[in-house]
């Protein structure tokens, strides 16, 4: 995706890519939701849960933040889609990227993600019992 968009959109993308595992290096990326609207589909990231989705639009470079109400946003970097559960940055031709924020905001939902994995069943047989 980001060979296939060599304007400043791909550099966008690529730099936040960078920064996404930046944050945490137990990310996995994927691209996912292929579909003909859509060709290249959409880079999503995950750990325990999807972190963010981005997006190579028209005149921006979105991410997405499935649950991004939910998590603070001290810096207001939410600048889109602020009317949902989900939150979202778009990123302009020549806009500076706040990379702590930015990475705050990924270990939050990384955090929010794990918090929300179940721990698994411990089985409790004759030598457990007492």
Sequence with gaps: MIAKTPDWRGAT???????IHEADPEIIE????KRPSNPMGAPVFEHDGIVCIGGILKERVRLTF???ASLADPRKLFNAMLDGKSR?????EGDRIAEAPLKAIIRAVVERNL???KPARVRKGPAART
Excluded at 30 to 33: C, F, G, L, Q, S
Excluded at 88 to 92: G, S, T
């Design 115 to 117: 918090a929300k994995v």
């Design 88 to 92: 979202a940055i778009d990123f302009y």
């Design 13 to 19: 993308l690529a730099r936040l890519r960078q920064i």
């Design 66 to 68: 499935a649950a991004g």
């Design 30 to 33: 994927e691209v996912k939701w």
